[in-house]
């Protein structure tokens, strides 16, 4: 199916560990966006990338690492765990012919670090 | 001060009601604006977008922009059960890709 998807839906893990939330989308969008949701904070983007290869922070990128290989896949790696990255996480992509804030939006990753 | 202001409620309204949500901001260079709505357990979607000041209405929504007072809103006529969800106003600068989301407004519709 075409669209926009996140895996996986549901992790726990420790303090500690290192996690990767997978991104893959089939539209050949430029634009991905990793963001964290959180009670009182509402939507924060952590990273976002403009094209294969193209990255750049956002608003809360330390404790995180992207990389994009490929215009379809967009992995955000937290490479040890921490409690305060409770969070669900939340990939986007946007198309460079459409207006700024044409966003879809994946499913969500919902992670719990105990 | 946070770039966008929203009250996150929760508003509960009667079915049929009409909903009426707002955001604030600070930023003057905000040109695009957009109301997203977000299911329980789900991503948000795209709801309405609008550029620059004015209203546009689409079925029972209706988006307004104030660039005047930095302050947009969003009518929902005829509120249905369906509409239950959250709803996030985001905002963007012209050729910036890197939104300011509100924190959400939570809105029960009760039959």
């Known amino acids: 199916d075409a669209g926009i998807t996140q895996s996986p839906r549901y992790k726990i893990t420790e303090t500690g560990r290192q996690v990767t939330l997978m991104c893959h989308q089939t539209w050949s969008h430029s634009y991905m966006f990793w963001y964290r949701q959180d009670l009182g904070h509402g939507l924060r983007l952590i990273y976002y990338?403009?094209?294969?290869?193209?990255?750049d922070k956002g608003e809360v990128p330390d404790g995180y690492v992207v990389s994009r290989s490929k215009t379809e896949n967009f992995p955000l790696t937290l490479e040890s765990a921490t409690r305060s990255q409770t969070s669900v996480y939340f990939c986007?992509?946007?198309?460079?012919?459409?207006?700024?804030?044409?966003?879809?939006f994946g499913e969500g990753s919902r992670l719990t670090v105990l | 001060q946070k770039e966008v202001e929203q009250d996150p409620g929760p508003l509960s309204v009667p079915e049929g009601a009409i909903v009426s949500l707002n955001c604030t901001y600070s930023n003057s260079a905000f040109q695009y604006f957009m109301w997203y709505r977000q299911y329980s357990r789900k991503g948000p979607e795209l709801l309405m977008y609008t550029y620059s000041s004015g209203n546009k209405e689409d079925g029972r929504f209706t988006a307004q922009v104030d660039k005047s007072s930095k302050y947009i809103s969003l009518f929902i006529r005829d509120s249905q059960p369906s509409d239950s969800a959250t709803y996030l106003c985001?905002?963007?600068?012209?050729?910036?890709?890197?939104?300011?989301f509100g924190k959400g407004n939570q809105v029960v519709v009760i039959p």
């Open positions: 990338s403009a094209a294969a290869d193209i990255t």
């Open positions: 985001a905002m963007s600068d012209r050729g910036n890709n890197r939104l300011a």
């Open positions: 986007a992509s946007q198309d460079s012919g459409r207006g700024p804030g044409e966003l879809f």
